[in-house]
C-alpha cells in the first residue's frame, strides 16, 4: 500500500506556472504508475498526466505542451510541472499511484488561476 500526499497547489495568474509535488510513503514507489488528475464541482475527475514505471510520460491533448511530469524514485515523488496556466485549469489536483490494479489517491491540492 501506498500513502500519497500532494502539494503545490495555491492562486496564480494566467500564464503563470505552478510546480505540484506528490510525496508518497510505503514500499516499492518504483513499481507504481504515477498520475495526476483534477476535479471541479459537479464534473467527473479528468486525468492530466500519467508516467508510467519506465518513466514515459502521457497526456491528454489539452494540457500537451503546457503541463510535464516526472518522477524521482529515489525521492519516491512524482511532479507535476504546470506552464501557461489557464483559468479553465482551476480545479483540485489529485495525485494516484496504480499497481495490480489497485489505486491510491491523494487528498489533493487546489490550483486556482485567475487575475
Known amino acids: 500500500q501506498v500513502q500519497l500526499v500532494e502539494s503545490g497547489g495555491g492562486l496564480v495568474q494566467p500564464g503563470g506556472s505552478l510546480r505540484l509535488s506528490c510525496a508518497a510513503s510505503?514500499?516499492?514507489?518504483?513499481?507504481?504508475?504515477m498520475a495526476w488528475y483534477r476535479q471541479v464541482p459537479g464534473k467527473e475527475r479528468e486525468l492530466v498526466a500519467s508516467?508510467?514505471?519506465?518513466?514515459?510520460?502521457n497526456y491528454p491533448d489539452y494540457v500537451k505542451g503546457r503541463f510535464t511530469i516526472s518522477r524521482d524514485n529515489a525521492k519516491t515523488k512524482v511532479y507535476l510541472q504546470m506552464n501557461s496556466l489557464k483559468p479553465e485549469d482551476t480545479a483540485v489536483y489529485y495525485c494516484?499511484?496504480?499497481?495490480?490494479?489497485?489505486?491510491?489517491w491523494g487528498q489533493g491540492t487546489q490550483v486556482s488561476v485567475s487575475s
Open positions: 508516467i508510467s514505471i519506465y518513466g514515459s510520460p
Open positions: 510505503g514500499s516499492a514507489f518504483s513499481t507504481y504508475a
Open positions: 494516484k499511484a496504480v499497481r495490480n490494479y489497485n489505486a491510491y
